[in-house]
């Protein structure tokens, strides 16, 4: 299976900075890559599709990009409510599959 | 807007079977066009998905391969919800269990998570 690994495990940042967060897959899963967003005692939340579609209602300071096997979540300056745990998760090679999470923490 | 409403115990005892109920609101479960899956969550396996059911003229299931042997996923349209049923559950089995309908790969609506303990 393909295996997505997310880096760095712990991001931590300021409030109004920008947070870059990575994820690569062990084979490529062309564009077929979504980012959630999960907070403490809530299900995680779709925020990216398609690489770098954003789902309905979610701020434009959150985007995505790459191809193949990296990818980047950017969230360009950071607010309160964005402190949390991303996981990217691979939907090209069957069986789907989730990266392990990077939680962003406030510096 | 999908909901998703689950149900079911919140501890196991080990070698039972777990079983959890997800009632839908605002789609159907014959929907030829999404699937019904339920994905578990723990801080040693991370969010791992666990298998699925879905209608595209008749009714089909796929199996994560770490559960295949244990796991069964049922629909019921009468009451418009799905169903998992994991048997001989052992502590490694202790986890929140989601269901969670996925529209071409993207897992798009999440129920609202059973923290299942199994424990004697």
């Known amino acids: 299976e393909t295996v997505m690994t997310q880096s760095p495990a712990t991001l931590s940042v300021s409030p109004g900075e920008r947070a870059t967060l990575s994820c690569r897959a062990s084979q490529s899963v062309s564009s077929n890559l979504a980012w959630y967003q999960q907070k403490p005692g809530q299900a995680p939340r779709l925020l990216i599709s398609?690489?770098?579609t954003r789902a309905t209602g979610i701020p434009a300071r959150f985007s995505g990009s790459g191809s193949g096997t990296e990818f980047t979540l950017t969230i360009s300056s950071l607010q309160s409510e964005d402190f949390a745990v991303y996981y990217c998760?691979?939907?090209?090679?069957?069986?789907?599959?989730f990266g392990q999470g990077t939680k962003v923490e406030i510096k | 807007q999908v909901q998703l409403q689950q149900s079911g115990p919140g501890l196991v005892k080990p070698s039972q079977t777990l079983s959890l109920t997800c009632a839908i609101s605002?789609?159907?479960?014959?929907?030829?066009?999404?699937?019904w899956n339920w994905v578990r969550q723990s801080p040693t396996r991370g969010l791992e998905w666990l298998g699925r059911t879905y209608y595209r003229s008749k009714w089909s299931n796929d199996y994560a391969e770490s559960v295949k042997s244990r796991i069964t996923i049922n629909p019921d349209t009468s009451k418009n919800q799905f169903s998992l049923q994991l048997k001989s559950v052992t502590p490694e089995d202790t986890a929140v269990y989601y269901c969670?309908?996925?529209?071409?790969?993207?897992?798009?609506?999440w129920g609202q998570g059973t923290v299942v303990a199994v424990s004697s």
């Open positions: 398609g690489t770098s």
């Open positions: 969670v309908e996925v529209i071409s790969g993207i897992f798009v609506y």
């Open positions: 998760q691979q939907y090209n090679n069957w069986p789907w599959t």
């Open positions: 605002g789609n159907t479960v014959s929907s030829n066009s999404v699937t």
